[in-house]
């Protein structure tokens, strides 16, 4: 679970993570926090064993918090877990299935497959055209190459190696996850999509990231 400057909604989201009736762990990366959100997290580590803090000095992006995270995961699943509340952690209890059962080493919750509200955003639309892009290059059948809840067998995920430092870990991992021959299963999760006010980070320039990204590693290892 990476975090900047989340502090008004940590608490219930790992709240929520943790009262899952599955056997889980949170590790969670401040990723240079200057809202007191880090001094939150210490006081919730206190309380339950399961909940772990790591820190970057300062702000770094989701992907380099989420690669100073994998290595400390010890669980067989390993999910991304975004510190806002536009995700069901509920979701994940039929999300880890499929992985479970051995029928594909990742899964991602599809926003499209499960949002039932308005899809008139820039957000909407930008992701769809990357997700577009992606199955072209990498011969998948995604909905929503770009969603938050991207699950791995654990194993998979810390044999690949990474390099990204902002939000292009998605088109990173996925091209990577896809070059190595497997085809990426899709559920439908629940989504509550938040705006710019409400102090969502994703930017229209980061779109243009991921595609460059997923063209990049289409030709290069």
């Known amino acids: 679970m990476p975090f900047y400057n989340e502090k008004a909604t940590l608490s219930k989201i790992i709240n929520s993570v943790l009262n899952l009736d599955l056997n889980l762990e949170i590790i969670a990366i401040n990723d240079g926090s200057t809202d007191g959100s880090e001094k939150l997290v210490e006081t919730l580590c206190k309380t339950d064993g399961r909940l772990a803090l790591f820190h970057h000095k300062n702000n770094m992006g989701k992907g380099a918090a989420i690669r100073t995270g994998i290595p400390h995961c010890t669980g067989d699943i390993i999910t991304i877990q975004d510190a806002d509340l536009e995700t069901n952690p509920q979701n994940?209890?039929?999300?880890?299935?499929?992985?479970?059962?051995?029928?594909?080493?990742?899964?991602?919750?599809?926003?499209?497959?499960?949002?039932?509200?308005?899809?008139?955003?820039?957000?909407?639309?930008?992701?769809?055209?990357?997700?577009?892009?992606?199955?072209?290059?990498?011969?998948?059948?995604?909905?929503?190459?770009?969603?938050?809840?991207?699950?791995?067998?654990?194993?998979?995920?810390?044999?690949?190696?990474?390099?990204?430092?902002?939000?292009?870990?998605?088109?990173?991992?996925?091209?990577?996850?896809?070059?190595?021959?497997?085809?990426?299963?899709?559920?439908?999760?629940?989504?509550?999509?938040?705006?710019?006010?409400?102090?969502?980070?994703?930017?229209?320039?980061?779109g243009l990231v991921a595609v460059w990204v997923l063209i990049k590693y289409r030709f290069v290892n």
């Open 92 to 206: 994940l209890i039929y999300l880890i299935k499929p992985i479970v059962e051995k029928e594909t080493k990742v899964l991602y919750g599809s926003r499209v497959l499960g949002y039932k509200g308005k899809t008139n955003s820039v957000y909407y639309y930008g992701g769809r055209l990357v997700t577009l892009i992606c199955n072209l290059l990498y011969n998948q059948r995604l909905t929503d190459e770009a969603t938050c809840y991207k699950l791995f067998d654990a194993a998979l995920l810390k044999s690949i190696p990474l390099n990204c430092m902002g939000f292009e870990f998605c088109p990173e991992v996925t091209a990577k996850v896809s070059k190595r021959g497997i085809k990426i299963k899709e559920l439908p999760m629940d989504y509550y999509p938040r705006s710019k006010k409400d102090g969502k980070k994703l930017s229209w320039t980061d």
